[in-house]
């Protein structure tokens, strides 16, 4: 786990390597100190963990400001969400001309691509958590009203983010790999469903926002299984701990069911796969989680309107990709 520290640095270097450690730990960042303070010593430490696509961080200094301007951003236009929580101190943060003070086990997001300014004050401790938009976004819709928007145990979704945040901070480098890009979601989901939860107007509204974060959820673990023929309605209920009622329930919301989508995406993946491979279609059938072949070709004439033969040959018409040569004898699907 990556660690930085001002400690054993001389007084007069320890504020300009602090500069270097926040760019190098989260984004190109202009922190500043008032005028008084210039060439003082400053202590500040960080510790980073990267689970999955999220950068965890956990960071103890003296009180300054933090600024992302407009030159920072174009030094480095990496699209990301900050969600910072205050364990100690205070910090009062700014985006978008709304500024917002936030006190211990309270925290807010802010996004990378526009400016923002953090005013720490007191003895700041805070854990911060660099999510992706890409993951974020889908989750949380418009994101205007929601930079600077405290989030803190006062709502019953703020408390379950907020203790659960605090726990994925206390033991990062316990969390095995295998489970990395799952409490990575979790993270996302969990920011996401309590955003939310500031701004909805009823409790159907709050219901609602968690089914089409699980819902969310259960697609992204469908794409992640694919190619796995174990991948079944059972599969997905014990994963998630959720009934086989509820689930169809929640599948409900897109106009199709668990196993249509399963089928249609594995479908897909192979008439990728023939466009782009030169194995036979049977291989490509089985490694992308169809176990039986006559069914394959039957579903896939149904979806494509032809064979996956015809549509291998189409596509080496149209110039996409060589035509592989059957086999004497061979059996593929037709």
Sequence with gaps: M??????????????GFWREVLCEAF??????????HAGSGFTGSVSAN????????????????????????????????????QIGGEVLAEQRGRPVLIGPNEFYIVD?????????????????????????????????????????????????????????????????ACAGKSIANMIA?????????????????????????????????????????ALSVEAACRRFGISLRYLHRLFE???????????DARLQLCATALTRSDRSIAEIAFSCGFGDISHFNHC??????????????????AGVVPLPALKPGSCEPQ
């Design 50 to 85: 990267l689970i999955s696509e999220v950068n965890v961080t956990s960071l103890r200094h003296e009180a300054h400001r933090i600024v992302r301007g407009p030159a920072e951003i174009r030094k480095r236009p990496l699209e990301y969400y900050f969600v910072n929580m």
């Design 2 to 15: 990556p660690f930085w520290s001002t400690e054993t640095l001389r007084t007069n270097e320890q504020f």
């Design 300 to 317: 896939f004439r149904k979806k494509f309107g032809m064979s996956p033969r015809e549509y291998q040959v189409a596509q080496h018409q």
């Design 27 to 36: 984004i190109t960042l202009d922190p500043r100190r008032e005028r008084e």
């Design 112 to 176: 990378s691509t526009e400016p923002y300014d953090l005013d720490y004050r007191g003895s700041p401790s805070t854990y911060s958590f660099r999510i992706p938009k890409k993951m974020l976004d889908p989750l949380i819709g418009d994101s205007v009203r929601l930079t600077t928007k405290r989030v803190s145990r006062d709502t019953p979704l703020g408390l379950l983010a907020v203790d659960f945040l605090q726990s994925v901070l206390k033991q990062p480098d316990a969390i095995p």
């Design 189 to 229: 989901e969990m920011v996401a469903l309590s955003l939310i939860d500031t701004t909805a107007k009823s409790q159907a509204d709050l219901r609602e926002s968690a089914r089409a974060a699980l819902l969310n959820s259960i697609l992204r673990y469908i794409d992640a299984n694919l190619q796995n023929p």
């Design 253 to 263: 919301m897109t106009g199709s069911s668990f196993g249509a989508h399963v089928r």
